[in-house]
């Protein structure tokens, strides 16, 4: 793999279209090199600390070619007019989920990250977009983006080069993730597999050990439709 020159975003906390939820998702490039610790950017904010954030979600990354499909589908609006629509912190062209796999090792400026989990939409991509079932369309169509754990801090500049340099869970794409937690929702081979895989984020994991315990899919709709 070619190392892939990122576009590097930060947002502050505003309220979102339609009322008063207020979200740090409105990235927009930042022009000079930014610390990046084990909790991510500096300057970067996130509204709701319970689901955004925090060391298995410390940077965001979401592929830049997803949106050209994403304005054929919906025509062209704002969000979709340049990097940073989906709340992402690093936009490149070259890596999506299909290449990607948890546990992924890149350099990017003098810090190290590692792939920890696949996104999961929320209900406040509704309201970004004005399209009321945004979050489903995300999550059905598997372009959901990543997030990453900082392995070692550093300093991050817009330009710097994202490298891949391990892979430690190569037979794992995000995209076969998803497909497991989203399409083949009850396969247990597959579900046992994630249950296992120690370099994905623990609550992926509980939530596969969940599934497998139940033998039931969980009701996404307070994430996806609601404001919980």
Same mark, same amino acid.
């Given at each position: 793999?070619? =190392?892939?020159?990122?576009?590097? %975003?930060?947002?502050? !906390?505003?309220?979102l279209p339609g009322g008063e939820a207020q979200s740090g998702i409105d990235k927009t490039p930042v022009a000079r090199p930014? +610390? ?26 979401? =592929? ?48 190290? &990250? ?38 070692? =801090? ?7 080069? %994202?490298?891949? !340099?391990?892979? !430690?869970? =190569? ?9 497991? %937690? ?5 396969? &247990?081979?597959?579900?046992?597999? !994630?249950?296992? &895989? ?5 609550s992926w994991r509980t939530h596969a050990a969940r599934r497998l315990e139940s033998r039931r899919v969980e009701d996404w ?6 404001? +919980?």
């Amino acid at each position: 793999m070619h =190392p892939s020159p990122i576009t590097l %975003l930060t947002g502050s !906390i505003a309220p979102l279209p339609g009322g008063e939820a207020q979200s740090g998702i409105d990235k927009t490039p930042v022009a000079r090199p930014l +610390a990046l610790g084990p909790e991510g950017f500096e300057s970067d904010e996130q509204a709701d600390r319970r689901v955004h954030g925090g060391v298995e979600k410390a940077v965001h990354h979401y =592929p830049f070619e997803h949106y050209a499909t994403w304005r054929k589908e919906l025509g062209t609006m704002p969000p979709l007019a340049k990097p940073g629509g989906f709340g992402e912190n690093l936009s490149t062209t070259g890596l999506t989920e299909a290449t990607v796999a948890v546990g992924d090792v890149f350099r990017l400026g003098s810090a190290l &990250l590692q792939v920890s989990q696949g996104r999961q939409p929320c209900w406040k991509l509704n309201r970004r977009f004005g399209v009321p079932d945004m979050a489903r369309r995300v999550q059905q169509s598997g372009r959901t983006g990543w997030y990453y754990r900082v392995l070692q =801090p550093g300093t991050v500049a817009p330009g710097d080069m %994202l490298e891949r !340099i391990d892979r !430690i869970a =190569p037979d794992w794409p995000l995209h076969r993730l998803w497909h497991a %937690l989203y399409v083949d929702r009850l396969n &247990l081979h597959e579900l046992e597999g !994630i249950a296992a &895989l120690d370099v994905l984020a623990e609550s992926w994991r509980t939530h596969a050990a969940r599934r497998l315990e139940s033998r039931r899919v969980e009701d996404w709709s307070a994430r996806l439709d609601g404001e +919980a």
